[in-house]
């Protein structure tokens, strides 16, 4: 018998309440909280007038935040942001605050609660949940949409350098990113790459939204900014072709068809770069087996290990040339034509 809990077992305990502490970080999140304490500490029934709550249990939510980090609490009840909670404001260019709102969004719990479904047939939780997938579903709500574009802007700024040191974008005239967003990845390169000129490929709804991204990056005249769908066609005329986690949305067959319009596209000499997870060994990267997870629940999607890029990028008559890390969970996957 022990006198105290063993530690294994209180660390699965902690991963079975995790999803406790992720919604009270998606509540305060979509509050606003972090942007009220901006200026400085707040007390709790002052934050509560604020957001129009119930001054209470507002607090109780604030104080279970506190106890792992995010706002600091003193004596009187007042809140203050701490280094990590910085990262929970808007105006921040690594918020947080689109993550959190977008992970914790009722259509994604509909959709993890449905994971038994998954398990059960291999078919895709959100499908079952919601009745399409989740870009169809943020189709449709465009608000969703829009804080997914954010989260991905966040997730791009957190990697880009990462992605740079991985690889030498100097030596393309021109790199296409295909399924690129609004820019940020894309943004990043021209930025690091004055002579390199970029293609910004992705659906109309998308590029719409990339001006202000390119231009605040000071690259919008050195951007081609091309509609479409990598379905139906891409662009020819660039040096390197930029997927950033575009494949592990789709199951084989899906992504073995956009690998091959892009070879189609691709002049000789031209490279593929995908930026993706590499599956690590049994036991380890924890980070890219959950991320595969959410890529079944949310998409139908999954990540690979090398041995399955490389039979993947195979089967759309592309050689593997080099798999390098650029973040803990992401990997550049360079390749030619066979």
């Known amino acids: 018998?022990?006198?105290?809990?063993?530690?294994?077992?209180?660390?699965?305990?902690?991963?079975?309440?995790?999803?406790?502490?992720?919604?009270?970080?998606?509540?305060?999140?979509?509050?606003?909280?972090?942007?009220?304490?901006?200026?400085?500490?707040?007390?709790?029934?002052?934050?509560?007038?604020?957001?129009?709550?119930?001054?209470?249990?507002?607090?109780?939510?604030?104080?279970?935040?506190?106890?792992?980090?995010v706002f600091s609490e003193d004596a009187d009840r007042r809140f203050a942001l701490t280094a990590m909670g910085e990262y929970l404001r808007r105006d921040h260019p690594l918020s947080v605050d689109p993550a959190a709102r977008m992970f914790g969004a009722e259509y994604e719990w509909r959709a993890w609660g449905e994971l038994a479904h998954s398990v059960r047939t291999g078919e895709t939780a959100a499908v079952h949940a919601l009745g399409t997938d989740v870009w169809e579903y943020r189709r449709r709500h465009p608000e969703h949409g829009e804080i997914f574009d954010a989260t991905m802007r966040t997730f791009s700024r957190a990697d880009n350098a990462g992605l740079l040191a991985a690889h030498d974008f100097g030596r393309y005239g021109t790199v296409a990113?295909?399924?690129?967003?609004?820019?940020?990845?894309?943004?990043?390169?021209?930025?690091?790459?004055?002579a390199t000129r970029g293609i910004l490929f992705d659906q109309e709804q998308v590029v719409a939204d990339a001006g202000p991204v390119l231009r605040r990056a000071g690259v919008a005249d050195r951007v081609d900014v091309v509609p479409g769908d990598f379905f139906d066609t891409i662009p020819e005329g660039a040096d390197a072709y930029l997927l950033?986690?575009?494949?592990?949305?789709?199951?084989?067959?899906?992504?073995?068809?956009?690998?091959?319009?892009?070879?189609?596209?691709?002049?000789?000499?031209?490279?593929?770069?995908?930026?993706?997870?590499?599956?690590?060994?049994?036991?380890?990267?924890?980070?890219?087996?959950?991320?595969d997870l959410m890529m079944l629940v949310s998409v139908g999607g999954r990540e690979r290990t090398e041995a399955e890029w490389t039979t993947l990028l195979t089967a759309a008559g592309l050689d593997l040339v080099a798999v390098t890390r650029a973040t803990p969970n992401k990997h550049v996957i360079e390749a030619v034509r066979v």
């Open 1 to 69: 018998m022990h006198d105290t809990p063993p530690p294994e077992f209180v660390e699965l305990l902690d991963v079975v309440r995790g999803y406790q502490r992720s919604r009270a970080l998606t509540v305060a999140a979509e509050l606003g909280i972090a942007d009220l304490l901006a200026d400085g500490p707040r007390p709790a029934d002052d934050l509560a007038a604020a957001t129009g709550t119930h001054a209470p249990t507002l607090y109780r939510v604030l104080r279970a935040l506190a106890s792992i980090g």
């Open 177 to 194: 990113d295909i399924g690129g967003g609004t820019g940020a990845v894309l943004a990043a390169v021209l930025s690091a790459h004055p």
């Open 244 to 291: 950033v986690r575009i494949l592990h949305d789709w199951m084989d067959e899906e992504a073995a068809r956009i690998l091959r319009g892009v070879r189609a596209a691709m002049a000789p000499g031209a490279r593929v770069l995908v930026v993706d997870a590499v599956v690590g060994p049994p036991n380890e990267d924890p980070a890219a087996k959950s991320l």
